[in-house]
């Protein structure tokens, strides 16, 4: 952002949504564009939703497919129509795509630099945090068009001179060496996230869709009568169980409580069977 983004510019972004892409639009003196990802639609980002947005001072979109929090994915079709309307208004997209390999159901994430190689309206971003468990390691990276990796060239070397060499070398070994671990890895996360979204479609007042990709679970937890915010904290407090309210992703998480199943399925079990006492 720091290098396509003036101030007064606006920037698109999905609500709910990584916290950071409306920080950093902040920070840059532009104005996020919040549009709703809505349940009925599986939280996917809707290009007419998109379209109605743009304005004359619109000049980024921001895409995350899989997605953080709802573990949505995006279809090809979607994704091609946001191509369409970057392209025909002269707009950038950034897809960050770190849960890129983590799907479900033999759904395929399509990246939107498919489209044009990253050569002119789009830029991918990636890391192994997640796919390649190097979490805490910070190594990840951009595509982007020729002109843009110059200028981010630029501020990287500013900031942190370089990535450690030897984080680099492994993002190399990562890249370039055996990806069966994956679709085993995978394996063991479906049976987690089976797990989790039968546990909670077994509470009362709780309701989840089975997420596409990632590893989060996002029920609506309406019927329970309370904000995002008292459902969250009453859990922790009564179960000492770990969620987000939706609310952290920005004004359409209400409702909804975000849970992560990067975890056991003992813990799983734990966690459900505290949650079905309180909620009893």
């Known amino acids: 952002m720091l290098a396509i983004i003036d101030p007064g510019d606006e920037v698109i972004i999905p609500d709910p949504g990584y916290p950071t892409y409306g920080s950093v639009t902040a920070m840059v003196g532009a104005t996020p564009v919040m549009v709703p990802l809505r349940e009925e639609n599986g939280f996917r980002m809707n290009p007419e939703d998109v379209r109605k947005q743009i304005t004359d001072r619109t000049k980024l979109i921001v895409l995350n497919s899989p997605h953080n929090p709802t573990g949505s994915v995006m279809t090809a079709s979607e994704i091609a129509e946001i191509y369409e309307i970057a392209q025909e208004h002269d707009l950038y997209v950034i897809s960050d795509e770190v849960y890129g390999k983590m799907t479900y159901d033999n759904v395929e994430n399509v990246s939107i630099t498919t489209h044009d190689k990253a050569l002119e309206h789009s830029i991918l971003l990636d890391g192994f945090s997640k796919c390649y468990v190097m979490t805490g390691w910070r190594l990840g990276y ?92 009453m859990i922790l407090k009564q179960g000492h169980i770990a969620t987000v309210p939706g609310t952290a992703f920005g004004a359409n998480g209400e409702g909804f409580i975000r849970f992560s199943y990067a975890t056991s399925l003992e813990i799983i079990d734990e966690a459900m069977a505290k949650l079905q006492k309180i909620f009893k």
Do not use: H
């Not at 200028?151 to 030897?166: E, I, N, P, Y």
């Not at 993002?171 to 479906?190: K, W, Y």
């Not at 049976?191 to 039968?198: A, F, G, L, P």
């Not at 989840?208 to 609506?220: E, L, R, S, T």
């Open 142 to 233: 951009v595509v982007a068009p020729v002109k843009m990796a110059q200028r981010l060239q630029d501020f990287l070397v500013s900031a942190v001179s370089c990535t450690a060499s030897f984080t680099q070398w492994a993002g190399v070994a990562a890249l370039t060496g055996d990806q069966s671990f994956i679709p085993e890895m995978m394996s063991r996360f479906n049976e987690k996230r089976e797990r989790i979204i039968k546990g909670l479609n077994a509470i009362p007042d709780f309701s989840c869709q089975m997420p596409k990709g990632a590893f989060y679970a996002f029920p609506n937890i309406t019927g329970t009568g309370m904000s995002s915010q008292q459902c969250s904290e």
